[in-house]
């Protein structure tokens, strides 16, 4: 299998926008783009990856979270019309929230409600363990693909101002170890998929990073898996969780549509090589602004999450 991995696409629409609208945390939001984030997120870099990964003929695509700025509900519309113009469909790409996908508590009921089939679990997935909704909802979602089992984690909901941290919780911590050591999956490539990094020293940020971070790394000790992969700082971070088998890489990506003359964090997204169970080969796939394409990057050196 090719996996293609994106994050933190950060997709705006302020069609429809009141200036109420503007009355809670979104007002942060909207000064950040007014003054930095509008100028360097860049819609027609997706629509390059979106022609990119088409042409590639990728087999699965899979994006950690922040397909939006604001959790506008027309946010959410207008990037479902962009994912849908990947050939896959649904059923070969998954789409996980983000921080900014749940902004303020709308966020999370219009992601589950626009993006419901690029986020729902295969059949003989779902969870009966009794938790609320309001707890856990349907997450994990687990996606068996040729070979590759994907396990999404939500860890966004609606945090205090001038905050952004993550919290995967007591409920999905137990559903996740359930999935990870079910018997259906042996043998299979079991990749983790979370927004929020689980680890290194930004994992550890009281105000951006994972506050369940060592109950995840307990789960992950004790059921491995064969890659982790998570978005939300922008960057290109490489970092391990020890495991009985010997360690899991976790990789987390740059955004998907950020360019503002950095060339360590244009936008990009990676592919990965997967095969007899395992992660074979990885690589990263910049976007060139001038020539509105991607191209595969080689020589871009990791920020190591240490």
Not at 74 to 94: I, K, N, S
Not at 245 to 257: C, M, Q, R
Request: net charge neutral; charged share 25%.
């Amino acid at each position: 299998m090719r996996l293609a991995h994106c994050s933190d696409l950060h997709l705006l629409s302020l069609e429809g926008a009141r200036t109420l609208d503007f009355a809670s945390k979104r007002w942060i939001g909207g000064m950040n783009l007014l003054t930095n984030r509008g100028r360097h997120y860049h819609t027609e870099a997706f629509e390059d990856m979106v022609a990119d990964l088409n042409a590639l003929g990728v087999d699965h695509v899979l994006c950690t979270g922040d397909v939006t700025n604001l959790a506008f509900e027309q946010e959410f519309r207008f990037a479902r019309v962009l994912f849908d113009r990947l050939t896959l469909g649904a059923h070969g790409v998954t789409v996980l929230p983000g921080n900014h996908d749940a902004y303020v508590d709308e966020g999370r009921a219009h992601f589950a409600a626009i993006f419901a089939d690029y986020a729902t679990t295969d059949p003989g997935w779902t969870w009966d363990d009794g938790a609320p909704s309001s707890e856990a909802g349907p997450w994990p979602i687990v996606r068996v693909r040729a070979g590759v089992a994907i396990i999404g984690i939500s860890t966004s909901f609606q945090t205090p101002w001038f905050t952004a941290y993550g919290r995967v919780g007591e409920r999905q911590l137990a559903r996740l170890g359930r999935a990870l050591a079910d018997p259906r999956l042996r043998g299979m490539a079991r990749v983790v998929a979370i927004h929020h990094p689980p680890a290194g020293r930004r994992a550890r940020s009281r105000i951006r990073g994972l506050k369940d971070r060592e109950a995840f790394a307990a789960v992950i000790a004790l059921h491995g898996a064969e890659l982790v992969v998570h978005g939300h700082e922008h960057r290109d971070l490489r970092g391990t969780l020890p495991a009985r088998s010997g360690v899991v890489d976790v990789l987390g990506v740059p955004s998907g549509t950020y360019e503002a003359g950095k060339p360590d964090r244009t936008a990009r997204y990676r592919v990965f090589d997967i095969g007899d169970g395992a992660v074979i080969s990885h690589h990263l796939r910049v976007w060139d602004r001038d020539r509105r394409a991607f191209d595969r990057d080689v020589a871009e050196p990791a920020e190591l999450a240490s």
